[in-house]
């Protein structure tokens, strides 16, 4: 029996306000507990909501983003229900008019590019926080009445991979906008996983779990593949999936019952009598759209255009804004983008990570980059010394002519200079030399070799390489 994987996701993202959603207490993370609070964020009767404006803007920046139909009027909905961390008993959300619907991201799968609806974008209310102990519970809210905006897709994702490459896009083009920090440690950016199967062919949707509890987007991935699987082997074995609400175990790394849909909440929504509803002018509108950046799809079409970058690099490059950015002024200045590219997401790439620095905060000027690898490309220095040299480049801040200069790395091409480190990398290896008279061609490689550590890294290998084969030739 072949089965299909259906996935729906609810994302919430914190907006970066100064200011909460409903009152003008700061959204700063990190501060002492209970420090940024109001009687509007504590749920005191008789408190009065007033809406943060930019919180509106944030959310139709990225409803225009995901090409979404903008409401024309927006309305906020009470969502009740009592939990110790709201302390009004219910939520100010949006429920029949939220800001904007019908949206679509598109994802790049092995196969093809594939659209992923949006059904709905809203703006809500974040709730406070609790922190569990051994025989109490323990309360901040700070973040309560923080901005979220919730971003619900369609059941359109048909495998845990296709989930994860819509939270990267999506995160991608968040990013961009610049709307939130979206991190996922911190809680400002969360994700809700519903997940169902039903027999390839089948028009109705399966029964769904929704699963909660995953701090990250390779946990979103594998507590989908989880519970396809979980559910996969109950229907073989005639069972029924039951609708509940699940929860990730990262340490099991499996799906655990929370709550069924018999203890379901009925949120009884109701329209919020302490707000009036919302209208955006168009020309407001138009000038959200137009401060709008190039969003990364268009920007890696262009990139796959303009610099003649593979898919692959132009979509490693483009999904963070800083480092596309970065790159595009590296390739103009040096005119060989490829190269650009490799050195970026090889050497460079591999720095940061090691050094836990992002492209931001990287020492190391674009004109210093393209400096150096002019150097190579006319063969001041060779490749090898390069990777040395960018390192050093990158920590002392020097420019690369003066670094080479100063510590005397230029390249090596003259055979006289080379003859004698050549000639010992013969008289020691005479092994190689065998093997290459036996018609083992990459022997000289291995020489070559030699010959590059010899000279740390200066000589010139293809010098070298017709000098070893010369004289080797002479040898036979
Ligand atoms: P709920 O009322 O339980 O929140 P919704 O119908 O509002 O459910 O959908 C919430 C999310 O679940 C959406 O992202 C939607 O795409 C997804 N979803 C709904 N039904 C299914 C299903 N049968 N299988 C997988 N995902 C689903
Ligand atoms: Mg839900
Ligand atoms: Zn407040």
Excluded at 352 to 375: A, D, F, Q, T, Y
């Amino acid at each position: 029996m072949s089965y299909e994987i259906v996935i729906g996701l609810e994302v919430h993202l914190q907006l970066n306000t100064k200011s909460k959603v409903f009152c003008g207490c700061s959204t700063d993370f990190g501060s002492a507990p209970n420090t940024q609070t109001c009687p509007v964020c504590l749920g005191f009767p008789g408190s009065l909501p007033v809406l943060n404006r930019l919180s509106l803007e944030l959310g139709a920046r990225v409803a225009i983003a995901l090409n979404c139909q903008i409401a024309k009027e927006i309305r906020f909905d009470r969502k009740n229900y009592f939990y110790p961390d709201l302390p009004k008993d219910y939520q100010i959300s949006q429920f029949d008019q939220p800001l904007a619907q019908r949206g679509v991201l598109n994802i790049i799968t092995d196969e093809a590019e594939k659209k992923i609806r949006i059904r709905r974008v809203h703006l809500e209310e974040d709730t406070g926080k609790l922190f569990h102990q051994k025989d109490s519970s323990l309360i901040d809210f700070n973040r309560s009445g923080i901005p979220l905006l919730e971003i619900v897709s369609e059941p359109d994702m048909n495998s845990p991979e296709e989930a994860y490459l819509y939270l990267t896009a999506l995160k991608s083009v968040l990013e961009y906008l610049d709307v939130s920090d979206c991190n996922m440690e911190e809680g400002s950016l969360r994700c809700d996983a519903n997940i169902s199967i039903r027999k390839k062919g089948d028009k109705e949707l399966g029964t769904k779990t929704e699963i909660k509890n995953m701090n990250s987007f390779k946990g979103v991935k594998a507590a989908l593949e989880y519970e396809s699987k979980r559910q996969i082997d109950l229907l073989e074995d005639g069972k029924r999936i039951i609708q509940e609400t699940r929860l990730y175990n990262v340490e099991r790394c499996i799906t655990e019952p929370m709550r069924s849909k018999e203890e379901a909440h009925d949120y009884r929504y109701f329209p919020e009598p302490d707000l009036v509803p919302f209208y955006f002018k168009e020309d407001f509108l138009r000038d959200i759209e137009k401060g709008i950046p190039e969003l990364p799809e268009p920007k890696r079409n262009r990139f796959i255009k303009d610099y003649q970058l593979s898919n692959y690099d132009a979509a490693v490059i483009v999904s963070d804004k800083d480092t596309a950015d970065y790159f595009e002024k590296c390739a103009r200045l040096h005119g060989n983008p490829k190269t650009v590219a490799n050195w970026l997401m090889g050497d460079i790439s591999a720095y940061m990570k090691e050094n836990g620095i992002v492209i931001k905060n990287l020492n190391l000027k674009p004109e210093r980059l393209s400096g150096m690898l002019r150097m190579i490309d006319s063969g001041v220095i060779t490749g090898k010394i390069a990777k040395t040299l960018l390192i050093e480049i990158i920590k002392t801040g020097t420019d690369p002519e003066e670094l080479v200069k100063e510590k005397g790395l230029e390249q090596i091409s003259d055979i006289n200079l080379l003859e004698n480190a050549v000639d010992e990398a013969v008289a020691e290896n005479q092994k190689s030399v065998v093997d290459f008279k036996n018609g083992k061609d990459n022997a000289v490689m291995f020489l070559v070799g030699r010959v590059m550590q010899k000279t740390k890294g200066r000589a010139n290998p293809n010098k070298v390489n017709e000098m070893l084969r010369e004289k080797l030739k002479g040898a036979k």
